[in-house]
């Protein structure tokens, strides 16, 4: 099947506006992951959702940023009043894992590079 | 907390030389998960490989080999007769292995820039 897929791939947007940017996770995957990479650096986590539990949202730096995921299906990460140190690639990840249950290889899609100018 | 260091920044060999990229870490959690990705040029990240704490076992895939010791918390990575295709940033990182509550997070390195001259 086909892997984890993010759109736009890159997007450029003004100071103060606000941006969406959508994740598709491998099918049947029950977890989901945000993580933000700046330039030259690791990954830093965001947010997590599994299945139809609360997310965890412990990651997210302000609260310019939310997320959203319907049950195991897509899910969008917006950032509003964008500030250019939002400038990054954003990555997300699935995984197989089950609630209560060891976790599971995390699997990234190709990212999507946020220049805010 | 957790943390993953990899003190290697930047690494250059020439192509068909052996190169190990290290990676320290540290966490509280008695039962975790190691992992290794690729980052090549193109941005997306590539699984490689997963360890469980209680599975000290070293591991050898092809051209690619982990050693994994517990008692120095190291957790290296070893290509052999390097290719360029080598080229790329190579992320350690850990999660916990079993988590009721919280997320199950990657904690990344900062990363190992490895550069295969031909």
């Known amino acids: 099947g086909a892997g984890v897929s993010q759109s736009p791939s890159n997007k450029v947007t003004e100071k103060g506006k606000d941006v969406e940017l959508r994740c598709d996770p491998i099918?049947?995957?029950?977890?989901l992951y945000w993580y933000r990479q700046r330039l030259g650096q690791g990954l830093e986590f965001l947010i997590y959702?599994?299945?139809?539990?609360?997310?965890?949202k412990s990651g997210l730096p302000s609260d310019r940023f939310s997320a959203e995921r319907t049950g195991e299906s897509v899910s969008t990460l917006t950032i509003q009043r964008t500030q250019q140190e939002d400038s990054a690639v954003y990555l997300c990840?699935?995984?197989?894992?089950?609630?209560?249950?060891?976790?599971?290889?995390?699997?990234f899609g190709p990212g999507t590079r946020l220049t805010v100018l | 907390a957790q943390k993953v260091t990899q003190a290697q920044t930047e690494i250059s060999v020439v192509e068909k030389e052996d190169v190990t990229l290290d990676c320290v870490y540290e966490t509280r959690d008695t039962t975790y998960y190691l992992f290794w990705y690729k980052q090549p040029p193109s941005g997306e990240l590539v699984f490689l490989i997963r360890?469980?704490?209680?599975?000290?076992q070293n591991e050898i895939s092809g051209r690619y080999s982990w050693n994994f010791q517990k008692s120095t918390s190291s957790f290296n990575f070893t290509i052999t007769a390097s290719q360029v295709v080598d080229s790329a940033v190579y992320f350690c990182a850990l999660s916990p292995l079993i988590s009721s509550g919280s997320a199950r997070q990657l904690t990344f390195g900062s990363g190992t820039q490895l550069t295969v001259l031909p």
């Open positions: 099918s049947g995957h029950t977890a």
């Open positions: 360890r469980n704490s209680f599975d000290e």
């Open positions: 959702f599994q299945g139809n539990s609360a997310p965890d």
């Open positions: 990840a699935s995984s197989l894992e089950k609630w209560g249950a060891a976790t599971d290889t995390q699997y």
